[in-house]
């Protein structure tokens, strides 16, 4: 007949020892990261095509619908010469029927340079492109940055008339590699 709150006994310590155990091994580190994200969707050497579309994208006033695959890269600097220290890889479609400018962003932060080469973030969130300081969450990562959880904060620093653009990304992240 006392078995309830035995149950609840054994889930309490149970659940105290996860507990315990996260604190133990979750030697948690904060990074920052800052550098320069390149989208360049025109010219004869695109970093961002476009690989699908809706019937209706064509003729939406948002261009909803409209896919995008990237391998942007990553630079320490504005200038797209300055050093490389990563690459965006993955998708950002353009998800609203009615606004303008609302992204689902869905790419790895692939790293390059030599504090954290082979390690990556991943991005999942909006992206209203024409706020002047958007928030992406960064959901998860790899190496250095195994089990991930932060924020980006990022910028348009320059957008030209065929869409090519340069944006200020900062990164901040919990994780748990080392
Ligand atoms: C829609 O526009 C894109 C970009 O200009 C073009 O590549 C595509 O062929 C067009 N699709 C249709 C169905 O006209
Ligand atoms: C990053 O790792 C790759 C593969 O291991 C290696 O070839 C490259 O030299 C490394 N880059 C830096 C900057 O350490
Ligand atoms: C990034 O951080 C730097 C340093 O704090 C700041 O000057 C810059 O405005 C920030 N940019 C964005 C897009 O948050």
């Not at 020892?17 to 979750?26: A, C, E, N, Q």
């Not at 261009?63 to 690459?87: I, Q």
């Not at 998708?91 to 869905?106: C, K, N, P």
Request: negative net charge.
């Amino acid at each position: 007949m006392s078995s309830t709150p035995k149950i609840i006994t054994l889930f309490l310590i149970f659940h105290l020892s996860i507990v315990r155990l996260t604190l133990i091994d979750g030697a948690e580190t904060e990074t920052h990261l800052h550098f320069y994200f390149h989208d360049i969707p025109s010219g004869n050497n695109p970093t961002a095509v476009r690989v699908a579309e809706a019937p209706g994208t064509n003729t939406s006033s948002t261009g909803f619908g409209a896919t995008v695959m990237m391998d942007d890269p990553l630079t320490a600097g504005p200038d797209l010469s300055s050093a490389l220290v990563g690459r965006a890889q993955g998708l950002y479609a353009l998800a609203s029927r009615d606004e303008t400018g609302h992204l689902l962003m869905a790419m790895n932060l692939v790293f390059m340079d030599k504090e954290n080469n082979g390690s990556t973030l991943a991005v999942l969130g909006r992206n209203s492109v024409f706020d002047t300081i958007r928030e992406m969450p960064v959901v998860g990562g790899s190496g250095k940055f195994r089990y991930a959880r932060g924020f980006i904060h990022a910028k348009t620093v320059t957008m030209d008339m065929t869409g090519n653009a340069v944006v200020e990304y900062n990164v901040t992240v919990y994780h748990q590699g080392q």
